[in-house]
């Protein structure tokens, strides 16, 4: 079965680090990019951030709003991907996903796997 | 930044209606749009892709249309298992997502 499961999450204050996990199952994990994605309480969804192939050279892109605070890498032995989270603010607080993403044309995916999300709390 | 604007916020529908969601793109953005379903504590599921390709395993009461700026989203037949947050979404960088259309049974 393919699967994404997300780990990690909890309750940290403002200005200290976390870091997310996201285990791949049932497919090839090096051959897919892989992103996260969050959700806050009672908002809608968010691109955090992703991560290429190797195949695509393994670089990432992030959102405005948490760029220079994560960073997202792969360990494609393991078939894991991490979310590392510093400097945390409370606006940060939210469920944090994990998705595949399934090329459908070079330079385009669609996100057609997903974790059930770890919640991340940012509160003092 | 490419902005989705989707319309209605909230949708109530009967069991059988036929419901339509709008997605319109700040810019033109060809056919380069997904859409997804997503209910009460559960993860995003991936309906459509490139505006109008129907997943594997999706219904097909699920369709969608559209091109450029302006793009729709139609649930034939409604179901009750149909209820949910449905968003819409663009891939570039960054990735955008519409508001979202919260659908309710009347």
């Known amino acids: 079965e393919v699967q994404l499961v997300e780990s990690g999450g909890g309750l940290v204050q403002p200005g200290r680090s976390l870091r997310l996990s996201c285990s791949a199952s049932?497919?090839?994990?090096?051959?897919?990019?892989m992103s996260w994605f969050r959700q806050a309480p009672g908002k809608g969804l968010e691109w955090v951030g992703f991560?290429?192939?190797?195949?695509?050279?393994?670089?990432?892109e992030y959102a405005a709003s948490v760029k220079g605070r994560f960073t997202i890498s792969r360990d494609d032995s393991e078939s894991i991907a991490y979310l590392q989270m510093n400097s945390l603010k409370t606006e940060d607080t939210a469920v944090y996903y994990c998705?595949?993403?399934?090329?459908?044309?070079?330079?385009?995916?669609?996100?057609?796997?997903w974790g059930q999300g770890t919640m991340v709390t940012v509160s003092s | 930044d490419i902005q989705l604007t989707q319309s209605p916020s909230s949708l109530s529908a009967s069991i059988g209606d036929t419901v339509t969601i709008t997605c319109q793109a700040s810019?033109?953005?060809?056919?380069?749009l997904n859409w997804y379903q997503e209910k009460p504590g559960k993860a995003p599921k991936l309906l459509i892709y490139?505006?109008?390709n129907l997943e594997t395993r999706v219904p097909s009461r699920f369709s969608g249309s559209g091109s450029g700026t302006d793009f729709t989203f139609t649930i034939t037949s409604l179901q009750p298992e149909d209820i949910a947050t449905y968003y819409c979404?663009?891939?570039?960088?960054?990735?955008?997502f519409g508001q979202g259309t919260r659908l309710e049974i009347k």
């Open positions: 810019q033109d953005i060809s056919n380069y």
């Open positions: 998705s595949r993403g399934r090329i459908i044309v070079i330079g385009r995916d669609a996100f057609d796997i």
């Open positions: 991560i290429r192939s190797k195949t695509y050279g393994g670089s990432s």
């Open positions: 049932g497919f090839t994990f090096g051959d897919y990019a």
């Open positions: 979404q663009h891939f570039d960088n960054p990735i955008t």
């Open positions: 490139d505006a109008y």
